[in-house]
C-alpha cells in the first residue's frame, strides 16, 4: 500500500495524488465478501436423477418391465423339441418326423406368449400369431412332402449316422433359438410398443407369407 502511495505522488499532481489516496483508502475500508458467497459461487450443482439417490442416469422408462421367462421358456421348448427328434431319429429310420419338429417347433415356442401373461398386449398377439401360421404352415407342407417321396435323399447319408444325427438336430436348434429371436425378446418387455411399427410389420409379414407361398 505505501509504494502504490509513493509511486502515485512522484508521477501525479497534488490534487490528482491527493483523490489517488480516496480511492486507495475506499478499497481498503471495503468490506470482503463473506466465506459463504465465495464459496457458494464456486460450488458445483450436482444433479440427483428421480426416483432415487443413484448417480447414473437412466434412459429407460422406469413403467417398462423385462422378465426373461418368455426368452427361457421358448428355449427350453426348442431344446425339448429337437431333443425329441433326435431321439426319434436315432431309432427310428423314418424322416416324416423331421420337418414336423424342426419347423413346429416354432407353434410351440410362440404359443405362450399368446395365451400367458403377456398376452395382455396386442403386439405380442400379432408376433405369435404370425410366428405360428408360418410355423404351421410350413411344417404342413414339409409333412406333405416327405410323407409323398418316402424320404428327403439330402438327409439319408447324414442320417446314416450317429455322428451326423445329432449334429442335424444341434444345428436345427440353434437355427430354432435364433430365428426366434426377433418375436422373444419382444415378449420380454412389458412396453406396448408404437401402433406404427406393429402395423409396418404386420404388411412386411403379410409380403413375406405370400410371397414363400407363391414361390
Given at each position: 500500500c505505501?509504494?502504490?502511495?509513493?509511486?502515485?505522488?512522484?508521477?501525479?499532481?497534488?490534487?490528482?495524488?491527493?483523490?489517488?489516496?480516496?480511492?486507495?483508502?475506499?478499497?481498503?475500508?471495503?468490506?470482503?465478501?463473506?466465506?459463504?458467497?465465495?464459496?457458494?459461487?464456486?460450488?458445483?450443482?450436482?444433479?440427483?436423477p428421480r426416483g432415487g439417490a443413484s448417480t447414473s442416469l437412466s434412459m429407460t422408462d422406469p413403467s417398462v418391465i423385462f422378465d426373461n421367462a418368455p426368452l427361457i421358456q421358448s428355449t427350453a421348448i426348442f431344446a425339448l423339441t429337437n431333443?425329441?427328434?433326435c431321439v426319434l431319429s436315432l431309432l427310428g429310420k423314418t424322416q416324416i418326423h423331421v420337418d414336423l419338429l424342426g419347423?413346429?417347433?416354432?407353434?410351440?415356442?410362440?404359443?405362450?406368449?399368446l395365451v400367458g401373461k403377456g398376452a395382455a398386449l396386442s403386439r405380442v398377439k400379432i408376433s405369435a400369431a404370425a410366428v405360428m401360421l408360418w410355423s404351421v404352415k410350413l411344417a404342413g407342407y414339409l409333412l406333405f412332402r416327405i410323407?409323398?417321396?418316402?424320404?428327403?435323399?439330402?438327409?439319408?447319408?447324414?442320417?446314416?449316422?450317429?455322428?451326423?444325427?445329432?449334429?442335424?438336430?444341434?444345428?436345427?436348434?440353434?437355427?430354432?433359438?435364433?430365428?426366434?429371436?426377433?418375436?422373444?425378446?419382444?415378449?420380454?418387455?412389458?412396453?406396448?410398443?408404437?401402433?406404427?411399427?406393429?402395423?409396418?410389420?404386420?404388411?412386411?409379414?403379410v409380403i413375406g407369407i405370400v410371397l414363400e407361398t407363391t414361390a
Open positions: 505505501a509504494a502504490s502511495v509513493v509511486a502515485a505522488r512522484a508521477f501525479c499532481g497534488p490534487s490528482t495524488c491527493s483523490d489517488q489516496r480516496q480511492l486507495h483508502r475506499s478499497i481498503l475500508a471495503r468490506p470482503a465478501p463473506p466465506s459463504h458467497t465465495l464459496q457458494s459461487s464456486l460450488r458445483t450443482t450436482h444433479i440427483v431333443l425329441l427328434g419347423t413346429g417347433s416354432f407353434c410351440l415356442a410362440a404359443l405362450p406368449a410323407v409323398k417321396l418316402g424320404e428327403d435323399k439330402r438327409l439319408s447319408d447324414l442320417f446314416g449316422s450317429t455322428g451326423g444325427t445329432i449334429s442335424f438336430w444341434v444345428f436345427s436348434l440353434m437355427w430354432g433359438i435364433l430365428c426366434s429371436l426377433p418375436h422373444t425378446l419382444g415378449s420380454t418387455s412389458s412396453s406396448s410398443g408404437l401402433p406404427v411399427a406393429t402395423i409396418a410389420g404386420s404388411i412386411l409379414y
